[in-house]
Nanobody, 124 residues
Framework: QVHLVESGGGLVQTGGSLRLSCAAS????????MGWFRQAPGKEREFVGS????????YYADSVKGRFTISRDNAKNTWNLQMNSLKPEDTAVYYC?????????????????WGQGTQVTVSS
C-alpha cells in the first residue's frame, strides 16, 4: 500500500525559509511524477510545483516561481520542497502527491496518492 509522509513544516517569519520533505513507501516511485500542493483555510487546494520522474524538469505555480525549488532522490524515494523568501500568503497545509504520469502534471485529479499534509505558517 502506497504511503506518503510529509515533514518539515512549521512557523517561520516573513522572508524566512523552510524545507519540506516527503517520504514514500509501498511502491517503486522512480517512474512517478511527484507534486506539491497547498490548501489555505477557506480555499481550494492548489498546485505549487511538480517534478518529472527523472528530475529533469520542474514546474511551478507563478506565485512561487523563483522562490521554491523541488528536488527528488529516487534512490531514497524522497522528494523535497525548498521554500525561500516566504510570505504570509504562503501559509497553508502543504501536501505531497505521487502520480503514475511521469511528466509532473499540475492537475490535482491526476494524483492518486497523497500525504497527510504538513502545516506551514508564515508570520508577518
Amino acid at each position: 500500500q502506497v504511503h506518503l509522509v510529509e515533514s518539515g513544516g512549521g512557523l517561520v517569519q516573513t522572508g524566512g525559509s523552510l524545507r519540506l520533505s516527503c517520504a514514500a513507501s509501498g511502491g517503486t516511485f522512480s517512474t512517478y511524477g511527484m507534486g506539491w500542493f497547498r490548501q489555505a483555510p477557506g480555499k481550494e487546494r492548489e498546485f505549487v510545483g511538480s517534478i518529472t520522474w527523472n528530475g529533469s524538469r520542474t514546474y511551478y505555480a507563478d506565485s512561487v516561481k523563483g522562490r521554491f525549488t523541488i528536488s527528488r532522490d529516487n534512490a531514497k524515494n524522497t522528494w523535497n520542497l525548498q521554500m525561500n523568501s516566504l510570505k504570509p500568503e504562503d501559509t497553508a497545509v502543504y501536501y505531497c502527491a505521487a502520480a503514475k504520469l511521469g511528466w509532473g502534471t499540475s492537475r490535482l485529479n491526476e494524483y492518486p496518492y497523497w500525504g497527510q499534509g504538513t502545516q506551514v505558517t508564515v508570520s508577518s
